[in-house]
Every structure is written in structure tokens, then in C-alpha cells.
């Protein structure tokens, strides 16, 4: 980020960076976490996790939690030694000195915030939102509109999209709640099937079951992504060495917590059959609850909840971009700003329309796993960075994670990215070219620097 300089400069006030308004507190913070992570992968992919793993679809959701803990606790230690934006693109740079690793790394973590976006307008065009119309409108079509529609209040300001997420944070926590009270209801009233909790889809025992829980885990884990977004905010963040401890832990706890019971719930009411052929799982478990609640009324909850998530990651993807050109990784146009909104313009611009090509590449399904596995990698490492780092002490204050959860965090990100997580081929091929387009990007920049003399 360029300053002002002293008062001797010569340099036109024309080359002055505004930079980014300090506009998160702690409370707002930890909604903005919290409404990050909730959204998509719950409302969405649920049904999706169960038809991997059968009845036993908390499982899943467990083992993830205990995944994102131990991930969450490397950001928190990174970004209270550099609160600044650009994320993971910033500590792997810091750590290894490579600009080309750095570069894939950051891309990585922008592509993965286009697929989750991507992912919850193919789940806003699906039966949710059918169940308020009647008939089922084109998908495709809907989906980009939407893209666009986020595009545009994204650009309104940093502070009109916090409070919209803060709004449909409440929402969509109001959604999962009333499916914990249907649950509740059910289970005094003597419904549910209790012993399909312990049931799994795969057959056999042994390597069949490991990788049936394991794939069912790496697709389940795309609910917890999104408190890795949150250190993107740190420039637009008060007091930001303080504040993210106890947003990030106190945000990955909650959703945690509300994740695991809600799969119980689900796996109570609704046999996993009805659930994985659903795009519209949660929906399934109002109808079979015994509660005369309205199908309407929460079908429009969830949609709140998946529009939440794909607001947040277009406005993660387009912070990234503003902190990838302030660090040179992308061409420094992507760092204007609106001259009075004082927003990433081209960042946003420049993720929307990636965003737009991505709808047309895959399903809820498809594009929730290739965000969690493109995410995955870059969580690996990430908690290889931290280690590392430790080798940089800063002169503030700042939490330090304890050395085995880093450690931990790698080795379980590492598996769950694996093949052994049994996850479709075209994970693989949507995950292999957005990294390819990655390096081509890569190779323009370099040139463009060249030709201008700044490499």
C-alpha cells in the first residue's frame, strides 16, 4: 500500500491510496465468521454427505470440526503477527520466499472462494428456491443473475455488505435453529429412527468403510470453509492482533457445535436416500418433522443462508485480488479503489466474472468439493507456514498456537485431500485447471513487469 510520504514528496496527490476502512469490531467480526462459514455447505450439501456415508452422516461433520480447529488455530497465530490482507498468499511468502508458490497459493484460495460462490447460486436456483415458485426456473440463468446481483451490492461498500451479513447471518442461524427445535419435538414425541445414526452407506468393512467416511468428510468439510476469509478483513478490521482470536474460535465453535446436531436431526427424520437426491436437504427434514411449520417460509430461510455465503467469498475473492496487487502477485490495477465507496473495483469485477464461468462447470456437489479440496491444500500449507514462522518474531504481542495443533492440522488436511477421500475425477480436472489458468496469469504478470522494468 503506497502513503502519503513526507512532507518534502514530490509524488501527486493523484498516487495516494486511500486504503480500507476500519469498520469491524469484535462483535461484528465474529458474525462475519460465523455467517462465513454457515450457508451453502449446511442448507446444500448435506443430503450430499449422507449419500456418502449413510445414517451415520454426523460422523462427517465431527470429524471436520476437529479438522477446522486445528487449522483455525494456525490463522488465528498468522494474522495476529501480520494483520494484514492477502492471507495465506502473505504467510506463504513470508515463510518460503517464493513468489511463484506464493502466487498458486493465493489463486488457490481465490478459486475456492469463486467454487463455493458458485456453488451456492447452483443451490439458490435449486429446490429451495422451487419451492417458492412451483416450477423449476433455468438454473443457469438464475444462478448468473445472482452472481451479479452480489457483484453490485459488493460494490456499494465494505459496510453495506457486513450489515447485509450480519442480517442474513441471523437468518440463516434462525433456519438451523428451527430445525434443532423440529428435532427436538420429534425425538419427546417418540419419532426418528435412532438406529440409523450408526448405519453406513459402504459396503463392507475395512479400506470400503475408511474411504466412505473419509470422502463424506472431505465433502462435509466445505461447510466449515470460510473462517479462513476472515483474515482477509484484517485491514478493515479494529484492533485486529486482539479481536481474531476469539472471533475465529468462538465462530468455528458455534458453527461446529449447530453442524453436528443438525446432521443428527436430519439423520433422525429423513432416511439418507431422501436426503443425498435432494438439493434441498434441510427442506426434507421440516416435511417429515410432524411440525406444521411453513414449507415456504424456510425454503426463503435457506436462501438467505446460501446468498450470505456467496456475498461473503465474492467479497473475500476480491480482497484477495486488492492484497495480491498491493504485494505485486497480480497487476497493480487490481488494488483500485472506488474514489468515494473506497472499494476493490476491479478485484470485484474480476472475481464476478470468474465466478460466471464457474456456474456452468459442475453441481452443488461437484463445485463444494473442488472448494474444499482446492482449500485443503492450501490449509496443509498453511500449517506448515506457521512452524516455519516461528522463526520470525514480531514486537507485539500475539497468540502462538500450541506446536502439535499446527502439526496435526497439516497431516489431516493432507489425508483429507488425498485419494483416499474417494472423490469423483472431476474435482480433480475442475481443481487442475483453475491452477493451470493460475500459472498462466503468473506468466502474463511476470512479462508485464518485465516490459516495465519493476521485475
Not at 471436520?64 to 488465528?76: D, K, R
Not at 493465493?106 to 447452483?122: H, N, Q
Not at 432416511?271 to 443425498?276: A, P
Amino acid at each position: 500500500m503506497t502513503t502519503s510520504g513526507t512532507s518534502g514528496t514530490t509524488s501527486p496527490p493523484a498516487a495516494e491510496d486511500p486504503g480500507l476502512k476500519r469498520v469491524l469490531g469484535p462483535r461484528l467480526l465474529i458474525l462475519f465468521v460465523i455467517g462465513d462459514i454457515l450457508g451453502t455447505g449446511i442448507y446444500a450439501t448435506t443430503g450430499k454427505v449422507a449419500g456418502k456415508v449413510g445414517g451415520a452422516l454426523w460422523l462427517p461433520f465431527a470429524i471436520g470440526f476437529v479438522v477446522a480447529i486445528l487449522t483455525a488455530a494456525s490463522y488465528v497465530e498468522l494474522v495476529g503477527k501480520y494483520p494484514k490482507a492477502a492471507g495465506a498468499a502473505l504467510y506463504t511468502q513470508k515463510a518460503f520466499k517464493v513468489p511463484f508458490v506464493t502466487f498458486i497459493v493465493a489463486f488457490m484460495v481465490m478459486a475456492s472462494g469463486l467454487a463455493s460462490a458458485s456453488a451456492a447460486a447452483r443451490a439458490f436456483s435449486g429446490d429451495y428456491l422451487n419451492e417458492l415458485t412451483g416450477d423449476a426456473l433455468p438454473p443457469t440463468l438464475v444462478a448468473i443473475t445472482f452472481i451479479l446481483v452480489l457483484a453490485a451490492l459488493n460494490l456499494r461498500g465494505v459496510s453495506e455488505s457486513v450489515k447485509t451479513n450480519v442480517v442474513l447471518t441471523v437468518v440463516e442461524l434462525t433456519g438451523l435453529l428451527i430445525i434443532l427445535a423440529i428435532g427436538a419435538w420429534a425425538v419427546l414425541g417418540g419419532d426418528g429412527e435412532p438406529a440409523r445414526l450408526t448405519e453406513f452407506e459402504a459396503d463392507g468393512t475395512g479400506y470400503a468403510l475408511l474411504t466412505g467416511v473419509l470422502g463424506a468428510t472431505a465433502l462435509g468439510f466445505f461447510a466449515f470453509v470460510g473462517f479462513e476469509d476472515s483474515v482477509n478483513m484484517a485491514e478493515e478490521t479494529k484492533d485486529p492482533t486482539r479481536t481474531f482470536p476469539k472471533a475465529i474460535f468462538i465462530g468455528v465453535a458455534v458453527t461446529g457445535t449447530i453442524y453436528v446436531l443438525v446432521a443428527l436431526v436430519s439423520s433422525l427424520l429423513v432416511d439418507y436416500k431422501t436426503l443425498s437426491g435432494s438439493s434441498g436437504p434441510l427442506l426434507e427434514v421440516v416435511k417429515a418433522g410432524g411440525v406444521d411449520f411453513p414449507h415456504k417460509l424456510f425454503a426463503l430461510i435457506a436462501l438467505f443462508a446460501v446468498t450470505n455465503s456467496a456475498l461473503i467469498n465474492i467479497m473475500m475473492a476480491s480482497r484477495l485480488c486488492y492484497g495480491m496487487a498491493n504485494e505485486r502477485i497480480l497487476p497493480r490495477a487490481m488494488s483500485r479503489v472506488l474514489p468515494h465507496r473506497r472499494t476493490p473495483i476491479v478485484g470485484i469485477v474480476f472475481v464476478s466474472l470468474l465466478a460466471v464461468g464457474l456456474v456452468s462447470t459442475g453441481e452443488i456437489e461437484g463445485l463444494g468439493d473442488t472448494t474444499a479440496f482446492l482449500l485443503l491444500c492450501v490449509f496443509a500449507v498453511v500449517n506448515v507456514t506457521v512452524l516455519v514462522l516461528r522463526r520470525d518474531p514480531v514486537d507485539h504481542p500475539h497468540f502462538r498456537a500450541p506446536t502439535a495443533l499446527p502439526v496435526l492440522g497439516a497431516i489431516t488436511a493432507l489425508i483429507l485431500a488425498s485419494p483416499l477421500a474417494d472423490r469423483p475425477a472431476e474435482v480433480y480436472i475442475r481443481a487442475g485447471v483453475l491452477v493451470a489458468i493460475g500459472v498462466v496469469l503468473w506468466g502474463v504478470n511476470k512479462v508485464v513487469l518485465r516490459t516495465r522494468g519493476e521485475d
